[in-house]
C-alpha cells in the first residue's frame, strides 16, 4: 500500500495553514512548522476592556472571494459581522476632513470636489488641477507610485491623499512602492491615458452607475465576530496537519533522491524530517535564508524584499471622555502632519458586534475602543520607545484631533516588527525571477503576503495555488522514505 505524500509546511499564518488545509483535502499527510509560540502570523486577538479586539489583521476584503468562500467552507458564515456604514476622513492641514468624491486610492477624478474638501491648499488643488491639460507622462516599466503621480498631479495629492492610502496598506512610502503592484487600477490608465484625472473619473462614473443598479450595495469589508483569530483556531483545528509551535526550521535540503531534508529545532537539538513536498510561508527573508544553500539566485531576490514595522495601539475610554460623539470608521494621516499615529480607527463605532460587547461588559458606563497604528517604513526609532511611550504619543494625537479630554482606563500595544512586506518598484519582476529560479526544484512553492498580495485573500489565494502545485508535483511519490523521521 503506496503512503500518502508527506508535505511539510514553513510558517502558520493564514497562508500557511491554508496551504495545509488544502494539502489535506488533497489527501497529503501535512506538518505545520511555527517559529513562534503561537500560530496565525500577523492574525491575532486579545481582550482590551474585557472584549476581544484585533491585534493586528482587522478585516478581510469582501469583494474578493477567496477569504469570505474559505470561511464559508469551515462553518463560520454565522460569525460574518460588517462594518457600520460611515466613511473614513483624512486629517489634513489641522483638522479632520472627509475624502473627496471621485478617487481611487486617493487618485482623485473630479477637480472640483478636490478643491472643495480642503484636503490639499489652494495652490496645491490648482496644481493637481494642471493634469487635464498637461502632456502624456511616458510609462514603459514599472515606477514608483510617487513619481509618476508627482509628475501628472504634484506633490500634495501625493503626500496628503495617495501615501496615507498607501500608508494603511503597506506602512510604505510612495516614492519607493510598485505602481503595478500597489495600484493596479492606476497602472494601465498611466501606460494608456493621457489624463489621469479623467481617467479616475470614469473608473468612479462606472462604479457609481453599476452601484446604482444594485438594491444592496455589497459591503466592502467583513470580519468575523470575536475577531479574526477565529478564522485562525477554524483551520488549525479542521487542517487534519500535525501542528508544530515553537518549532523552527534552520536548514532546507533536496536530498537527491526526489525528497526534500528539513532540519528542525535549535542547534544543540536538532532533528530531521523527510518529506516528499514542502510550502514555504514565512516571511521572505527567512524564505531566502532556507534556499541560499541550493538555490542562491532565488535568495538574492527575495532577500531583496524589505519589511516595514509597525505597531497597534489599541485604548479604551469611557464615553464621557469624548468632548463629541466619534463617526465615521476612522480617519487616516498623513505623514506630512508629523504626528506620531499613521491612522486610527474606531472600533466600537466601525464594528457593531464591539459596541454590543463593551455594552455587556459594562453596563450604564458606555466605553469607546479605538485602534491607532503607528510605524513606516525608515521610522523604526518611534517604536524603540516602551509600550507606555507608545499608549502615550498615540493617546496626545487622539486627545489633539478628536477632542477627548480623558485618559484612556486601559491600553494594549501590540508590536509587528519586520510585519508588513514592501512592494517597491520592480516588485513583480523580482518576485517572477525567484519564481524562475526555483523552477527546477520540483516539489517546492512559495506563499504569503511577499508574493501576490499582503490582504488576507491574497494570502488565501496563493496558498490555495501552492497547495495545487505541490499535490500535482509530488502525486505518486508513494516510495519509502530515504530514511524515518524523528518523532519530535
Known amino acids: 500500500m503506496e503512503r500518502k505524500q508527506r508535505v511539510a509546511v514553513v510558517g502558520g499564518g493564514v497562508a500557511g495553514l491554508t496551504a495545509a488545509y488544502r494539502l489535506t483535502k488533497g489527501g497529503a499527510e501535512v506538518t505545520v512548522f511555527e517559529s513562534a509560540p503561537r500560530l496565525g502570523g500577523k492574525i491575532d486577538v486579545s481582550e482590551v476592556a474585557g472584549v476581544p479586539v484585533d491585534a493586528g489583521a482587522e478585516s478581510v476584503l469582501a469583494r474578493r472571494p477567496e477569504a469570505l468562500d474559505l470561511i464559508f467552507e469551515l462553518g463560520l458564515a454565522d460569525r460574518i459581522v460588517h462594518p457600520a456604514p460611515g466613511p473614513a476622513a483624512i486629517y489634513s492641514r489641522g483638522r479632520l476632513r472627509a475624502f473627496p468624491h471621485d478617487h481611487v486610492m486617493g487618485v482623485p477624478g473630479n477637480p472640483v470636489a478636490l478643491a472643495r474638501s480642503g484636503v490639499l491648499s489652494p495652490a496645491g488643488a490648482l496644481r493637481a488641477g494642471l493634469d487635464l491639460f498637461l502632456p502624456r507622462t511616458p510609462v514603459r516599466a514599472d515606477v514608483p507610485v510617487g513619481a509618476y503621480i508627482r509628475a501628472r498631479m504634484g506633490d500634495e495629492v501625493v503626500d496628503r491623499l495617495v501615501e496615507p492610502m498607501l500608508g494603511g496598506v503597506y506602512a ?26 479623467r481617467a479616475v473619473r470614469g473608473i468612479t462614473r462606472a462604479q457609481a452607475e453599476r452601484a446604482a443598479r444594485t438594491t444592496e450595495p455589497a459591503p466592502v469589508f467583513a470580519t468575523l465576530r470575536g475577531g479574526l483569530a477565529t478564522l485562525i483556531d477554524a483551520l488549525a483545528g479542521q487542517s487534519g496537519a500535525v501542528v508544530q509551535t515553537s518549532a523552527t526550521v534552520r536548514e532546507l535540503y533536496p536530498d537527491g533522491a526526489g525528497t526534500w531534508r528539513l532540519t528542525i529545532g535549535s542547534a544543540h537539538d536538532p ?25 542562491p539566485a532565488a535568495a538574492a531576490e527575495l532577500g531583496g524584499i524589505d519589511y516595514a514595522s509597525m ?7 469611557p464615553a464621557s471622555a469624548f468632548s463629541r460623539p466619534l463617526s465615521g470608521s476612522g480617519f487616516l494621516v498623513p505623514a506630512r502632519e508629523n504626528l506620531s499615529i499613521k ?135 508513494g516510495r519509502p522514505a530515504p530514511f524515518a523521521p524523528t518523532d519530535p
Open 172 to 197: 510604505g512610502r510612495a516614492d519607493r512602492l510598485s505602481l503595478d503592484a500597489t495600484l493596479p487600477q492606476i497602472a494601465p490608465l498611466a501606460r494608456n491615458e493621457r489624463s489621469l484625472m
Open 311 to 317: 505597531a497597534v495601539v489599541t485604548l479604551a475610554y
Open 343 to 477: 491612522a486610527a480607527t474606531f472600533s466600537s463605532v466601525k464594528w457593531p458586534w464591539i459596541a454590543e460587547e463593551l455594552r455587556a461588559a459594562h453596563p450604564g458606563t458606555g466605553m469607546v475602543a479605538v485602534r491607532c497604528s503607528i510605524g513606516r517604513i525608515g521610522e523604526e526609532a518611534v517604536l524603540q520607545r516602551s509600550d507606555e511611550e507608545l499608549a502615550a504619543l498615540a493617546a496626545a494625537d487622539l486627545a489633539a484631533i478628536c477632542g477627548i479630554t480623558g485618559a484612556p482606563v486601559e491600553t494594549r500595544v501590540s508590536r509587528w516588527g519586520g510585519g508588513l512586506p514592501q512592494y517597491d518598484a520592480g516588485h513583480g519582476d523580482r518576485v517572477a525571477r525567484a519564481h524562475t529560479a526555483l523552477a527546477p526544484h520540483s516539489g517546492l512553492a512559495l506563499c504569503g503576503a511577499a508574493y501576490g498580495g499582503v490582504g488576507i485573500p491574497a494570502c488565501i489565494a496563493g496558498a490555495a495555488e501552492a497547495a495545487r502545485r505541490i499535490l500535482a508535483e509530488t502525486a505518486g511519490s
Open 271 to 295: 532533528r530531521q524530517e523527510t518529506v516528499d513536498g514542502v510550502v514555504l510561508a514565512c516571511p521572505a527573508p527567512a524564505t531566502a535564508r532556507l534556499l541560499r544553500p541550493f538555490a
